[in-house]
């Protein structure tokens, strides 16, 4: 008679989801995985597509093909309704999924603060959708600019905002204004382009401040090279849709403001209300058991082990989520084999962050350097991250023309974006 | 005194268009191209969007890095409201554009005959979000059958039925066929596939019919061949959301209809009501110039130069509107030159369609072979069509995957696709 097999539900297809399922490959359990799209994508290089150096397929991934050959991990796409934990159940679109283990990695999602009312009026960037909305914006923009036939003054149609100074608003900044060096001249000869500013509103005093002094130091520098005006210490008090207002009463006229100040956690509905803790993460011990219950873990972004060292939990890293998926696969076959679980620890083996050509920073346990080799370190960690063999190549390709032809190979407006809220 | 150069105004960046527009690169005249997108797309390879061979960015390329270097030529995207052919207008909605020519390559569209009320329930190939809605909705729909929630039967999720035997027809049910045959047993071990039926339904007693017998004939063997479900002399009548019917009575139970029965011109408004002919083209002389005007003509899929050889005009091809385009051009110079122009004669150079791996058709004037030979000369050819480099070889890529893997590289639904229309 065959033995019934434990049930794994995981949650989530990002870096820790599919950390964690591939970690369980070969082991002697069954694996659930579900995630709302078929395909896993590489967040990190999201700015990107949303500029046109990437192309979604190069970034994304279909789930079923990572695991095609593992017979033991099935996945679903499907929307999570909520959890019931007291029935080991998951309620989800495509039916209840019961569960002997359940393990959220659903992530973080936007977080716009105050500025939620008038969400509809910001870009984003968390989701393949949002970045290719912010890529045809852009462009059609520089169209609108160019056929100039509302009374909408020109500033506003080509000035653009980023709001956050972390990695994905330097990064934003650094490859809008390379755009605007490089290729809008080109591609809009009669655009007077000294009428686009490039401005980045940070609310801290530095930018990048989860990295080091000298990587904040750096990409500052480099940002102004670029010509981009960074604003540090700068707040964003509210947006109308065509003029951004600072703390301080100033302001900037612009259609196009970028949100990158924030996110949350995406924790799923059900949950006992006192494990949902700051940054609407969910709360788990240093085994990544949500607090409350047994058989339930949170791992990646959406989890935060709160201690001494770490009082607002792990940051939302890639890594992060991937050690957590690894660690807690071998804790639940231990558990399996009747073992006891051992504590997680993270190992940082360092961050980085580009901000155009030959411009990167690289924070390492024992080494912060910055750079072209910072640069070319950079570009092989991520070309090597991403899933697929097609995919490197493609990405390697794009980065090649982009370097040797500075240009951008993807300005194409395929779904035209049509911003919600008035303005 | 600079004199006043002569205004060329282009409508539509498609294989006419652009055509005309880079024989007119070095000549003293201005041209101004205007289309809705900033795009130029390659039609022929629609198909692979749609189903997942091929990447939008391989097969469309930026209009303005086309005439980057070419001082005399002028994109704008927007679109055309009508023609003022008395006052040399054209109205936008970037406004109103005069010229001294006015060349009219607005292509075509898609023709749903008696099937127009219930459009919103087909899906069609026309334009790159079209191609990107079926991608998504075929893969949307093996995730459905999977799930397996609603009341709606296995094989009306699963099933799929072409309307239409022409090339964009066969080329589909052959690309999806193989998806069934190689990438679905991979990608959903679990789903049934002897309960996907693949139907492709066509009026006339032969697919292919502008091609030769020999084509014919071996393409309808290859579908065979393929597992497609081909119907000759076969009219549909009518479409409910969830049942095909046939003329005969019988029907298919499918959600996934696929249109490719027929086009239509997509001519302008404002044209005099006689020069819209059959197949709502517009009537052209041997000079490609509309009927009733002197300054204005129509190129490409749009034109018709009805003659004794050809009742109903030339075939709507790349070919015939490239040819057209850069004829016309040259007549624009001699007119400007104060020479007659020359009447245009198309140099037919032969057709290709391809319908699986190493399954293609060729008809050249002397010769017409199928095959493994005639597939790799319908991959160089359109390989070598495709616009700039990078495209090239990723489409290079991406179809050497798909040959030694029997694998398309791209499943993602990034946009899901919500058809309209009940059913």
Same mark, same amino acid.
């Given at each position: 008679?065959?033995?019934?097999?434990? #049930?794994?539900?995981?949650?989530?297809?990002? =870096?820790?989801?599919?950390?964690?399922?591939?970690?369980?490959?070969?082991?002697?359990?069954?694996?659930?995985?579900?995630?709302?799209?078929?395909?896993?994508? =590489?967040?990190?290089?999201?700015?990107?597509?949303?500029?046109?150096?990437?192309?979604?397929?190069?970034?994304?991934?279909?789930?079923?093909?990572? =695991?095609?050959?593992?017979?033991?991990?099935?996945?679903?796409?499907?929307?999570?309704?909520?959890?019931?934990?007291?029935?080991?159940?998951?309620?989800?679109?495509?039916?209840?999924?019961?569960?002997?283990?359940?393990?959220?990695?659903?992530?973080?999602?936007?977080?716009?603060?105050?500025?939620?009312?008038?969400?509809?009026?910001?870009?984003?960037?968390?989701?393949?959708?949002?970045?290719?909305?912010?890529?045809?914006?852009?462009?059609?923009?520089?169209?609108?600019?160019?056929?100039?036939?509302?009374?909408?003054?020109?500033?506003?149609?080509? *000035?653009?905002?980023?709001?956050?100074?972390?990695?994905?608003?330097?990064?934003?900044?650094?490859?809008?204004?390379?755009?605007?060096?490089?290729?809008?001249?080109?591609?809009?000869?009669?655009?007077?382009?000294?009428?686009?500013?490039?401005?980045?509103?940070?609310?801290?005093?530095?930018?990048?401040?989860?990295? %080091?002094?000298?990587?904040?130091?750096?990409?500052?520098?480099?940002?102004?090279?670029?010509?981009?005006?960074?604003?540090?210490?700068?707040?964003?008090?509210?947006?109308?849709?065509?003029?951004?207002?600072?703390?301080?009463?100033? %302001?900037?006229?612009?259609?196009?403001?970028?949100?990158?100040?924030?996110?949350?956690?995406?924790?799923?509905?059900?949950?006992?209300?006192?494990?949902?803790?700051?940054?609407?993460?969910?709360?788990?011990?240093?085994?990544?058991?949500?607090?409350?219950?047994?058989?339930?873990?949170?791992?990646?972004?959406?989890?935060?082990?709160?201690?001494?060292?770490?009082?607002?939990?792990?940051?939302?890293?890639?890594?992060?989520?991937?050690?957590?998926?690894?660690?807690?696969?071998? *804790?639940?076959?231990?558990?399996? #084999?009747?073992? %006891?679980?051992?504590? =997680?620890?993270?190992?940082?083996?360092?961050?980085?962050?580009?901000?155009?050509?030959?411009?990167?920073?690289?924070?390492?346990?024992?080494?912060?350097?910055?750079?072209?080799?910072? &640069?070319?370190?950079?570009?092989?960690?991520?070309?090597?991250?991403?899933?697929?063999?097609?995919?490197?190549?493609?990405?390697?390709?794009? &980065?090649?023309?982009?370097?040797?032809?500075?240009?951008?190979?993807?300005?194409?407006?395929?779904?035209?974006?049509?911003?919600?809220?008035?303005?």
């Amino acid at each position: 008679m065959e033995e019934k097999k434990v #049930k794994v539900v995981i949650v989530g297809a990002g =870096f820790g989801g599919i950390a964690m399922a591939r970690a369980l490959r070969r082991s002697p359990v069954d694996v659930l995985l579900i995630d709302q799209h078929n395909y896993h994508n =590489f967040q990190p290089l999201m700015y990107q597509v949303a500029t046109g150096g990437l192309e979604p397929g190069s970034i994304a991934y279909p789930v079923r093909r990572i =695991f095609r050959y593992n017979k033991n991990i099935t996945f679903r796409m499907g929307k999570v309704r909520e959890v019931v934990p007291s029935e080991n159940l998951l309620k989800t679109n495509i039916g209840d999924i019961p569960f002997d283990y359940l393990i959220i990695a659903t992530g973080s999602q936007n977080n716009f603060f105050n500025f939620e009312p008038v969400k509809d009026r910001l870009l984003a960037l968390k989701s393949i959708p949002e970045a290719l909305n912010m890529r045809s914006f852009i462009f059609q923009n520089m169209e609108k600019a160019l056929a100039n036939v509302d009374d909408e003054p020109l500033e506003e149609i080509m *000035n653009i905002a980023i709001v956050g100074g972390g990695p994905a608003g330097i990064e934003l900044a650094g490859a809008i204004s390379e755009m605007k060096r490089y290729v809008l001249p080109k591609d809009f000869p009669e655009l007077d382009l000294s009428m686009m500013s490039i401005n980045l509103y940070e609310a801290a005093p530095v930018l990048l401040s989860a990295m %080091s002094e000298e990587a904040s130091e750096k990409s500052l520098e480099y940002l102004k090279q670029l010509g981009v005006n960074v604003f540090l210490n700068t707040r964003v008090r509210e947006y109308d849709g065509s003029l951004i207002t600072l703390e301080d009463g100033s %302001s900037f006229r612009t259609d196009t403001v970028i949100w990158t100040a924030g996110v949350k956690g995406a924790p799923l509905e059900g949950l006992p209300g006192e494990s949902i803790v700051g940054g609407n993460r969910i709360a788990v011990n240093e085994y990544n058991q949500v607090a409350g219950t047994g058989n339930i873990f949170a791992i990646g972004d959406v989890a935060a082990h709160i201690s001494m060292d770490n009082p607002k939990g792990l940051p939302m890293l890639a890594p992060v989520a991937q050690q957590q998926g690894r660690h807690l696969a071998k *804790n639940i076959k231990r558990v399996v #084999k009747g073992k %006891s679980m051992l504590p =997680f620890e993270y190992l940082d083996k360092g961050v980085m962050a580009t901000i155009g050509r030959r411009k990167a920073v690289v924070d390492l346990k024992v080494l912060k350097f910055q750079g072209t080799f910072a &640069w070319l370190v950079w570009m092989f960690v991520h070309i090597m991250s991403l899933v697929g063999f097609r995919n490197k190549i493609v990405a390697f390709l794009d &980065w090649m023309v982009n370097y040797f032809t500075y240009d951008r190979p993807l300005g194409l407006i395929i779904r035209p974006y049509k911003r919600n809220g008035n303005g």
